[in-house]
Nanobody, 116 residues
């Protein structure tokens, strides 16, 4: 079955960096676009970054220039490098894949807290 397992979250000071990983299994990883979403307390889940099967990337305006999404198809893993972190980046970060219109999957999330 499809599994997405996030890791790499934690507590970091403003201006710091974190690298999130999402290990995928149960599907042909290299053929599918992958996304990172986040949800802060009291807010709706929002798209942070997206990477296509050909590695084209897109970002939310709020993270452009600070976050970088990448993928390693040999390791079935997608990454989110987060630099210059701000308190407003505090959220639960989720990995997401859409296999078909009726089949999409979420990881359980990894918590990122930016605080001094």
């Amino acid at each position: 079955q499809v599994q997405l397992v996030e890791s790499g979250g934690g507590l970091v000071q403003p201006g710091g960096s974190l690298r999130l990983s999402c290990a995928a299994s149960g599907f042909a990883f290299s053929r599918y676009a992958m996304s990172w979403y986040r949800q802060a307390p009291g807010k709706e889940r929002e798209l942070v970054a997206h990477i296509g099967s050909a590695a084209r990337t897109d970002y939310a305006d709020s993270v452009k220039g600070r976050f970088t999404i990448s993928r390693d198809n040999a390791k079935n893993t997608v990454y989110l490098q987060m630099n210059s972190l701000k308190p407003e980046d505090t959220a639960l970060y989720y990995c997401y894949v859409k296999i078909t219109v009726l089949r999409d999957y979420w990881g359980r999330g990894t918590q990122v807290t930016v605080s001094s």
